[in-house]
């Protein structure tokens, strides 16, 4: 048991995020990762959705943009999910990626959402031995 709380805390622990976006309520969450790290793979976010005004978001797609893509801002699908509620880890459908960013854009909010979703936090997650 010892074994499994030490693979925990070294993939999810408070040090274990390449990038971590915190900010304003946004529909779309645009995180840079730094020169350094674009050079490891992703595999995994984790999303935390604000809880206090309730369940905000229903559907949610995320895009990569690759490194060295110079001027040009193409992103590309790698994954969708849906609903995200406290925390939500999304593995990419693409497998590991090099990125030079990660974007996730809200699609679709629960029925009466109006405002913009509110976040407690974007982490991007490399492969965990």
């Known amino acids: 048991m010892n074994d499994f709380g030490s693979w925990i805390t070294r993939c999810y622990g408070n040090e274990s995020s390449l990038a971590r976006w915190a900010g304003p309520p946004n529909d779309t969450v645009i995180i840079t990762l730094p020169d350094q790290d674009q050079t490891k793979a992703i595999d995994r976010l984790v999303l935390l959705e604000d809880q206090s005004q309730g369940a905000q978001v229903?559907?949610?797609?995320v895009y990569m943009q690759a490194p060295?893509?110079?001027?040009?801002t193409t992103w590309i699908q790698a994954g969708r999910g849906q609903s995200?509620?406290?925390?939500?880890?999304?593995?990419l459908s693409t497998g590991p990626v090099f990125a030079a960013a990660i974007?996730?854009?809200v699609d679709g909010k629960?029925?009466?959402?109006?405002s913009a979703v509110a976040w407690r936090g974007v982490e991007v997650h490399e492969p965990c031995q």
């Open 58 to 61: 229903m559907n949610y797609t």
């Open 68 to 72: 060295d893509s110079g001027w040009k």
């Open 84 to 91: 995200v509620g406290n925390k939500r880890i999304h593995y």
């Open 103 to 105: 974007k996730v854009e």
């Open 110 to 114: 629960i029925p009466g959402v109006t």
